[in-house]
């Protein structure tokens, strides 16, 4: 595939007429399909150390098995556990040298930025470094956007969840139905095609509201009809450690953040958040960590599939 083809493909659709079920059709002409993009996948990644080795060994399975993948951009952001260390040492052995690391300022949602800023991919994946999704279901997510011409997929979370988390998270669903008009927001699983990525995921967003304000932009842009949200994907319990945010607090400043953005919509200005208040909801957890320098790669579980060169 010639580069620039796919996002070519993507534009020309703008004014061709919606498939039945109301799906864009995807072709470059009027006969032929389109063929598969490169894959990109993004992951921001903060204090992971214990759980990379695993999601490594997971994208190396997935890299000899699928062709389209090309690279995983693993953007470290307010690490402190020598996560950044044990990465690269894995993206030195045989077969892992699609792996790359990067570095952002502010959390989440500047890495998540600067991770689909620097892919090559003509698609991105943008899913959470904590093992808690398996990169197998990569390809499930890509199928919509080169099969059923959707421009963003936003994986719909199935499996564990805590009964708080549960609640929390099906509450939020409906507020944001009803609000922004989107459902399936706050998932850490999604892909999409890269041009479009870089027009709606925000540039001025650090925090935990990145993927309302994504998804907000996605309806806002025009993207809505082409956004899909009915691939199920299975919810894990995180490999090793523990969260780096309180699913209260979070939920309380995603709340003022669906209702600001709301408000916005119906008069051009959003509410004023309060610093202070932003800081305890939107961003991670101060966690202390050991010093462990020199030692952090050794102590850290690396599968002997990966260790062994």
């Known amino acids: 595939m010639e580069p620039g083809a796919f996002d070519a493909a993507i534009r020309r659709t703008k004014s061709e007429p919606l498939a039945c079920g109301g799906k864009p059709h995807i072709t470059q002409d009027a006969t032929q399909p389109i063929s598969s993009p490169t894959v990109s996948v993004v992951l921001p990644t903060m204090n992971e150390a214990e759980n990379v080795g695993e999601l490594c060994q997971k994208l190396r399975t997935l890299k000899q098995n699928y062709e389209m993948l090309t690279e995983a951009i693993f953007v470290i952001n307010n690490t402190t556990d020598g996560t950044d260390r044990v990465l690269d040492d894995i993206s030195k052995r045989p077969g892992c ?33 904590d093992g808690q999704y398996d990169p197998e279901e990569i390809p499930r997510l890509v199928k919509p956007i080169v099969n059923e ?13 805590g009964l708080r988390r549960r609640i929390i998270s099906e509450t939020f669903k409906k507020l944001t139905k009803l609000l922004l008009g989107v459902e399936y927001v706050q998932t850490g699983f999604k892909a999409g095609i890269r041009n479009v990525l870089l027009r709606t995921i925000p540039e001025d967003v650090s925090g935990l509201d990145i993927d309302v304000r994504w998804m907000d932009n996605v309806i806002r842009k025009g993207y809505g009809r082409r956004l899909c949200d009915h691939v199920e994907v299975r919810l894990h319990r995180r490999l090793h450690g523990r969260t780096t945010f309180s699913p209260l607090k979070l939920s309380l400043g995603l709340l003022y953040t669906t209702i600001s953005l709301a408000i916005q919509r119906r008069t051009g200005r959003e509410l004023p958040f309060p610093k202070a208040l932003k800081e305890i909801t939107l961003q991670p957890e101060k966690q202390i960590h050991v010093k462990r320098n ?9 599968p002997p599939s990966i260790s062994s060169p």
Request: net charge positive; with cysteine.
């Open 294 to 302: 020199r030692s952090v790669a050794r102590e850290t579980r690396i």
């Open 97 to 129: 040298e699609f792996l790359r690391v990067a570095y952002s300022e502010g959390a989440r949602g500047t890495a998540i930025r600067r991770g689909v800023e620097m892919s090559r991919g003509e698609v991105v994946v943008v899913m959470d470094s």
């Open 149 to 161: 011409g959707y421009c963003i997929v936003v994986g719909r979370n199935h499996g564990w969840a």
